[in-house]
């Protein structure tokens, strides 16, 4: 019976250990889920501190106070007494809707806040000391507060650049997306756009949701392109570390992309993998009904046809409404989007969460085939969520509980992720001048045997090309790959340790037969030459929009063929050429 009794014991720390992915945690909150603290909020992002402590953000209600409010709760989800008054800060600007946005802790373990603040709506950022008292060292006591063009300027979100410099991006008004940069101090950047402001005029509405910085400084942002119209798209917007909108990037510096067949479509989040592809995620309308919608781009704004239905994934909860507000990245390169799901009146809403494999068909190993909702109180909306180091995922939003004072309160979720090599990665591969080649630095004090060098034409499955074994005292290394394949080709290794456990580094893209593929003439006007493709397999040819829609599509079996474009409209269109999985895009003028 003893030995039975330990054996039962073991299955039980194993089986919390390792429990489902999408599961609620049980060790957080009440079952995995928390609710208050009881006073009224709204919340519209989140962040996770090095400690573990989670910091809620807003606007609201507490102490005959209203404002930006901050709430901070403990890795059990309790709520963290020793931060502000009773675990919640409340900065009031006494403006009509002074409410947070984004959310981001500096190294040093600083909070910083953004969002519209004042009477004239401006925008406005504070940082705070660990406690969550005003930081003085920061702008006006603690405080930054910019005003725009006179008018309403209205904050979505936030990032922290690596050399401490802060981005808080939104819109003017409804036609001017802004990117402000401020200093560490929370001056504003005279480097940067107009003395630190950046804007960027559309004729048509529009709506600023989401930001990232890229590792080479670029920044991007993303919306809602022609918000107040039922062809409304994903807007995503790329700027050059200097301010100026990236001419490499879609189109101008501007990639705006609907779902074919769907109409009012919405972009909330985007998130960069380590190749700089590019995630995007928010809902699409087909009748009645919204439905999450998800879509990845290659770096330079082009869809990435490898990924769902030409790049492009819709998603039914079996719902009436389901849209995606936050979209997250696994080690692994897994994506999850979190949102909400509820009825077409806005009540019995839930959190939603969807997880994806890197090719974009759904996990099926995660909650039940991919999917998990949560009801939390009454009628929850899960508006931001974080991934912790241990790959549990945090969602935070507000709820009603009916027969409670405050009609909307904060509250939490906290799902298991599966078991993730929680390890420190090792040094990033770079690529050096070869086409085929990388050099990466040792992980040294892991235990590493050797690196194994992994080859793909689709940044999904990786195959073993060669292992470079670790030499101790070491501390760099250099790999070309002697027999590389035609096409874009990705390389990722895997640092494989003497107790079997193996760490995967970040992926590079290699080579550059893109360049030996001609256009001319380009603009063209009735035909459009294409040299360099292959002599002994057949080529997939697509012409698109810059919006995604496939306009022309053939098939070529020698190295050049003429491709009869004149019942395109005049416009820029891209070139999709496939040959045995790999992709080549190229842009192309059609004139009148």
């Known amino acids: 019976m003893k030995y039975l009794f330990n054996f039962l014991f073991a299955v039980i720390i194993i089986t919390s250990a390792?429990?489902?992915?999408?599961?609620?945690?049980?060790?957080?909150?009440?079952?995995?889920?928390?609710?208050?603290?009881n006073y009224y909020a709204y919340v519209y992002a989140t962040t996770i501190q090095q400690d573990g402590k989670i910091i809620a953000c807003g606007g609201g209600s507490y102490g005959n106070q209203g404002g930006f409010l901050l709430i901070r709760y403990n890795p059990d989800g309790s709520v963290?007494?020793?931060?502000?008054?009773?675990?919640?800060?409340?900065?009031?600007?006494?403006?009509?809707?002074?409410?947070?946005?984004?959310?981001?802790?500096?190294?040093?373990?600083?909070?910083?806040?953004?969002?519209?603040?004042?009477r004239n709506i401006d925008a406005g950022v504070i940082r705070y000391l660990p406690n969550g008292d005003p930081d003085s060292s920061f702008g006006v006591n603690g405080i930054a507060v910019t005003e725009l063009l006179g008018g309403d300027d209205y904050v979505s979100s936030m990032a922290l650049q690596q050399d401490g410099k802060i981005l808080v991006t939104g819109m003017q008004g409804?036609?001017?997306?802004?990117?402000?940069?401020?200093?560490?101090?929370?001056?504003?950047?005279?480097?940067?756009?107009?003395?630190?402001?950046?804007?960027?005029?559309?004729?048509?509405?529009?709506?600023?949701?989401?930001?990232a910085v890229q590792g080479d400084g670029k920044i991007l942002i993303g919306g809602i392109a022609d918000r107040l119209y039922s062809s409304s798209k994903f807007l995503i917007i790329r700027y050059l570390s200097d301010d100026s909108l990236d001419e490499a990037f879609g189109e101008a510096g501007i990639v705006k992309a609907t779902f074919p067949n769907y109409k009012n479509t919405k972009l909330y989040s985007i998130a960069l993998q380590d190749d700089?592809?590019?995630?995007?995620?928010?809902?699409?309308?087909?009748?009645?009904?919204?439905?999450?919608?998800?879509?990845?781009?290659?770096?330079?704004?082009i869809p990435d046809l490898l990924f769902g239905n030409e790049g492009k994934v819709i998603t039914d909860f079996n719902r009436q409404i389901s849209e995606t507000?936050?979209?997250?990245?696994?080690?692994?390169?897994?994506?999850?989007?979190?949102?909400?799901?509820?009825?077409y009146i806005g009540i019995n809403g839930v959190f939603a969460l969807a997880r994806y494999k890197t090719d974009g068909s759904l996990d099926s190993s995660f909650g039940t085939n991919g999917l998990q909702t949560t009801a939390v109180g009454d009628n929850a909306r899960g508006n931001a969520a974080a991934m912790q180091p241990d790959g549990k995922i945090v969602i935070v939003g507000d709820t009603y509980i009916s027969g409670q004072t405050y009609?909307?309160?904060?509250?939490?979720?906290?799902?298991?992720?599966?078991?993730?090599?929680?390890?420190?990665?090792?040094?990033?591969?770079?690529?050096?001048?070869g086409h085929y080649g990388f050099t990466w630095n040792s992980w040294p004090g892991n235990k590493t045997t050797y690196y194994s060098v992994g080859r793909s034409t689709n940044a999904s499955s990786f195959t073993e090309i060669a292992q470079v074994t670790d030499i101790p005292k070491q501390k760099k290394y250099k790999f070309e790959d002697p027999n590389p394949l035609s096409g874009i080709v990705y390389y990722r290794l895997t640092a494989v340790r003497t107790d079997g456990v193996m760490v995967n580094s970040n992926i590079i893209t290699c080579g550059n037969d893109a360049g030996f593929i001609q256009l001319y003439p380009n603009p063209a006007k009735?035909?459009?030459?294409?040299?360099?493709?292959?002599?002994?397999?057949?080529?997939?040819?697509?012409?698109?929009?810059?919006?995604?829609?496939a306009k022309l599509v053939t098939t070529a079996t020698g190295n050049s063929y003429n491709f009869n474009i004149a019942q395109?409209?005049?416009?820029?269109?891209?070139?999709?050429?496939?040959?045995?999985?790999?992709?080549?895009?190229?842009?192309?003028?059609?004139?009148q």
């Open 568 to 591: 395109l409209k005049p416009g820029n269109y891209m070139l999709v050429i496939e040959t045995k999985g790999n992709v080549v895009t190229k842009k192309f003028v059609k004139e």
């Open 80 to 118: 963290d007494s020793s931060f502000g008054t009773n675990g919640a800060v409340v900065t009031d600007f006494s403006g009509p809707i002074d409410e947070a946005y984004g959310v981001v802790v500096q190294p040093d373990g600083k909070i910083l806040a953004a969002g519209q603040v004042g």
């Open 325 to 343: 507000k936050t979209v997250l990245l696994q080690p692994d390169g897994k994506i999850v989007a979190i949102g909400s799901a509820y009825d």
């Open 276 to 301: 700089n592809k590019i995630v995007a995620a928010g809902g699409t309308t087909l009748g009645y009904d919204e439905f999450m919608a998800l879509a990845r781009f290659e770096s330079n704004g």
């Open 526 to 549: 009735n035909s459009l030459h294409i040299e360099g493709l292959s002599a002994t397999e057949k080529t997939k040819l697509s012409i698109l929009d810059f919006s995604g829609y």
């Open 407 to 433: 009609s909307s309160v904060f509250c939490l979720a906290r799902y298991n992720g599966g078991k993730l090599n929680n390890l420190p990665e090792f040094a990033k591969i770079q690529k050096w001048q």
């Open 174 to 211: 409804t036609r001017y997306a802004f990117v402000i940069r401020y200093l560490p101090d929370g001056s504003l950047d005279n480097g940067f756009g107009d003395n630190g402001k950046q804007l960027t005029f559309f004729d048509r509405e529009m709506e600023i949701n989401s930001v």
């Open 18 to 37: 390792y429990a489902q992915p999408g599961t609620l945690d049980s060790s957080f909150g009440d079952a995995g889920k928390v609710i208050g603290p």
